[in-house]
């Protein structure tokens, strides 16, 4: 059975799903850090922590969390910011060790950091 998350998580108008949960697997839709006004934070950190916090939202809208995260996508405008991005990354994920898969991407314009994952309905 599929289900359309963003009625749960209260998607605002875009065209696609916040997150789909399809088979106990949740897909949640790229993460990037834009607070609810629209805005983005200025410093990278922030904005990482905050696409964290915003991947945290969805799946926990979606029954899950950030401890049933089995693999994760990092996209990063700047490769230079890898390591900046890595320590806050690990603030964020604790014990839970999901693979990963980091690489250098354009993005939509404004933002430097988006995060896509799959995890497993808690």
Known sequence: MIADVARLAGADGSPFSSATIAGGWVFPAG??????????????????ALALTNLRGVLEAAGS?????????????????FYVMNRIYRDHIGQNLPTRFTHGAALAPGYRVELVATAVVA
């Not at 996209?75 to 910011?81: G, H, P, Q, S, Y």
């Open 31 to 48: 993460q990037v850090g834009e607070r609810a006004d629209g805005s983005v934070p200025e410093s990278f950190e922030e904005e990482v």
């Open 65 to 81: 969390d950030l401890a049933h995260v089995v693999r994760i996508q990092v996209i990063l405008t700047d490769m230079a910011d």
